[in-house]
């Protein structure tokens, strides 16, 4: 069974750079995408962007020019990197698998969350 | 961008009511790319249908998804106690977008 285990800075300051890595267990790394969505209190949900093993990325238009994902297949893990941070990034952080192929797209399983917060 | 819009914002039902979920798109979208997800509080979202019609492995028979172009339905045929939640739509298009959420809760 593919479990997703997730972990990064729970606590930022403005203007720092919030770093989470989610790592993959019991499954095949290289067959999907791998996403990361966030939910800020009492919201919706917001995907932020995804990354396949060989470092292919497609993200979100509202968060590309602060944003960067990378990946290790050596290890199964993706990483997220979202700079400049501001108070509206306050929200929990989830990482994903996007199953993506020319008849489907979705996302199966899912990590459990990271709170992050940015107060000063 | 597609904007995806759910309605109603809440949904206030019976066990065992019948539970209807719309989600319209702002343009005609590919269908196999539309997917369901149910949300629990303080759980991770649940994939629930995908390819707008199709369950996911485990999920009851009793979730059912419709629709195409621009208009999809999430029809929960009666509802059980463990169903009141917030349920999104979520599509594709080379970028993922979600509807802003249904909350179906207890009347």
């Known amino acids: 069974q593919v479990q997703l285990h997730q972990w990064g800075a729970g606590l930022l300051k403005p203007s720092e750079t919030l770093s989470l890595t989610c790592a993959v267990y019991g499954g095949s790394f290289s067959g999907f995408y791998w996403s990361w969505i966030r939910q800020p209190p009492g919201k919706g949900l917001e995907w932020i962007g995804e990354?396949?093993?060989?470092?292919?990325?497609n993200y979100n238009s509202s968060l590309k020019s602060r944003l960067t994902m990378s990946v290790d297949p050596s290890k199964n893990q993706f990483s997220l990197n979202l700079s400049s941070v501001t108070a509206a990034d306050t929200a929990l952080y989830s990482c994903a698998r996007s199953y993506t192929s020319n008849y489907h797209y979705y996302m199966d399983v899912w990590g459990k969350g990271t709170t992050v917060t940015v107060s000063s | 961008e597609i904007v995806l819009t759910q309605s109603p914002g809440t949904l206030s039902l019976s066990p065992g009511e019948r539970a209807t979920l719309s989600c319209r798109a702002s343009q005609s979208v590919n269908s196999r790319y539309l997917a369901w997800y149910q949300q629990k509080p303080g759980q991770s979202p649940r994939l629930l249908i995908y390819?707008?019609?199709s369950r996911a492995t485990g999920i009851p028979d009793r979730f059912s998804g419709s629709g195409s172009g621009t208009d999809f339905t999430l029809t929960i045929s009666r509802l059980e106690p463990e169903d009141f939640a917030v349920y999104y739509c979520q599509h594709y298009s080379g970028g993922v977008t979600f509807g802003q959420g249904t909350k179906v809760e207890i009347k």
């Open positions: 390819g707008a019609s």
């Open positions: 990354i396949n093993h060989s470092g292919s990325t």
